[in-house]
């Protein structure tokens, strides 16, 4: 493929923002990228380390998820 383009326009995926700024961020529970308005750092228990772990997630996410 060619590799000119190096902004790729995303959209995020709760607000259907568009946006070619930077790379778009994604969720790293869906995998989806959404906008810095929809993504936050939520201290995630990792079950491989036990710890807590810094993880994007978007808002869509955060809301299912118990006790955030
Ligand atoms: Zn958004
Ligand atoms: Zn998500």
Not at 31 to 46: R, V, Y
């Amino acid at each position: 493929m060619n590799e000119e383009d190096k902004s790729v326009p995303w959209i995020c995926h709760v607000c259907g923002k568009k946006s070619s700024t930077g790379p778009g961020k994604a969720c790293s529970l869906c995998f989806k990228i959404a906008c810095d308005a929809h993504l936050k750092l939520l201290a995630l228990k990792s079950e491989k380390f036990g710890n807590p772990e810094l993880k994007l997630v978007c808002t869509a996410c955060s809301e299912t998820l118990e006790g955030v």
